[in-house]
């Protein structure tokens, strides 16, 4: 299982943003995306997770693969923390929740709405919700904000966990997450040349 991404090119909101960006990721290994504020690392992230076209080049190998863990937590308010992950988990027809939720320690919280959560134990929710659909690939935008220091530890644990196991991990963080194994892709060589859509169209 290799995720591969060549000559990748995104645009947001009509704008080039990045081009030219290849990388392969195998099974057990991490690849952390830097670059400042704006680069595009958001964006190249939701099109490797296939949340949006790329306007050129490939991603293979994400089809069927990838869990993908956003900014928003996008938890159900209503639900109990148990609730959530056993509703993530039936999503990929799983229904295992006992690991992720002592790999996030929420195991005291697992009868509390999720409405009523910190920030970071939402996160930590929002993370565990990874590891209940038994996805290989994870790909993770800022995973550790509103994390304190001992959940980034967590974190950093289950991803290193996630890799032993023969998982991956792509992810867009600013924080070092102590990940000896994992490599760095700084985006700021790719930024796109400034254009429209619409000047390209008028070229033609
Ligand atoms: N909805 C949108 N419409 C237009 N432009 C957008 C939109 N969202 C983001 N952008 C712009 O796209 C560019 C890339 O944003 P992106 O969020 O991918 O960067 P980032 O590297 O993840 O930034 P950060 O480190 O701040 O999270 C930025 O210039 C941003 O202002």
Do not use: C
């Not at 006992?98 to 009523?116: H, I």
């Not at 890799?163 to 760095?184: C, F, K, N, P």
């Not at 892709?185 to 930024?191: E, R, V």
């Amino acid at each position: 299982m290799v995720l591969t991404v060549r000559d990748l090119a995104v645009t947001r909101g009509g704008l080039a943003i990045l081009e030219g960006v290849s990388f392969d990721l195998k099974a057990g290994e991490a690849l952390v995306l830097r670059g400042p504020n704006g680069i595009g690392k958001t964006t190249l992230l939701r099109s490797v997770a296939g949340l949006q076209p790329p306007e050129g080049g490939t991603v293979t190998g994400a089809e069927d693969q990838i869990a993908y863990a956003a900014h928003s937590d996008g938890l159900k308010a209503m639900l109990s923390v148990t609730e959530n992950l056993k509703f993530w988990a039936s999503v990929f027809g799983l229904s295992d929740i006992e690991s992720a939720l002592v790999a996030f320690d929420l195991t005291e919280l697992r009868n509390r709405m999720a409405g009523t959560l910190s920030a970071g134990q939402k996160r930590r929710l929002g993370l565990a919700r990874l590891m209940v659909t038994g996805r290989p690939i994870w790909v993770l935008d800022e995973p550790t904000v509103s994390l304190d220091a001992a959940s980034v530890a967590l974190f950093a644990e289950a991803v290193r966990a996630h890799l032993q196991q023969g998982g991956s991990a792509l992810m867009a963080t600013h924080i070092d997450l102590g990940l000896d194994e994992a490599r760095v892709l700084d985006l700021t060589p790719f930024k796109a040349a400034p254009r429209t859509r619409q000047m390209d169209e008028a070229f033609l």
